[in-house]
Nanobody, 119 residues
Framework: QVQLVESGGGLVQAGGSLRLSCVVS????????MGWFRQAPGKERESVAT????????HYGDSVKGRFTISRDNAKNTVYLQMSSLKPEDSGVYFC????????????WGHGTQVTVSS
């Protein structure tokens, strides 16, 4: 069974930075589109950033454009989310997800990592 394991969450002050990592236990990682999603208490889950299987194209949610960067290392089966200029409204549980069809059907999910940004 494919596992996605996130790490790198924590508590940070507003204006600070964090880097999230997600390791995928599957040799087919390089064929997966990958994404980061987040959910704050009482809110729906939202897409933060996605990246194509080759890493050539990334898409960002409007609220994080210019502050977050998604990247991947296919040799390490790992996708990253570099978060800078963090705001309290960035707080939530961040989930890593994989689209095993290589496109938009995110069918594999990690358990999430908590990010808390204090003001």
């Amino acid at each position: 069974q494919v596992q996605l394991v996130e790490s790198g969450g924590g508590l940070v002050q507003a204006g600070g930075s964090l880097r999230l990592s997600c390791v995928v236990s599957d040799g087919r990682f390089s064929s997966y589109a990958m994404g980061w999603f987040r959910q704050a208490p009482g809110k729906e889950r939202e897409s933060v950033a996605t990246i194509t299987f080759g890493g050539s194209y990334a898409h960002y949610g409007d609220s994080v454009k210019g502050r977050f960067t998604i990247s991947r290392d296919n040799a390490k089966n790992t996708v990253y989310l570099q978060m800078s200029s963090l705001k309290p409204e960035d707080s939530g549980v961040y989930f890593c997800a994989a689209a095993s069809d290589g496109h938009l059907n995110y069918d594999l999910w990690g358990h999430g990592t908590q990010v808390t940004v204090s003001s």
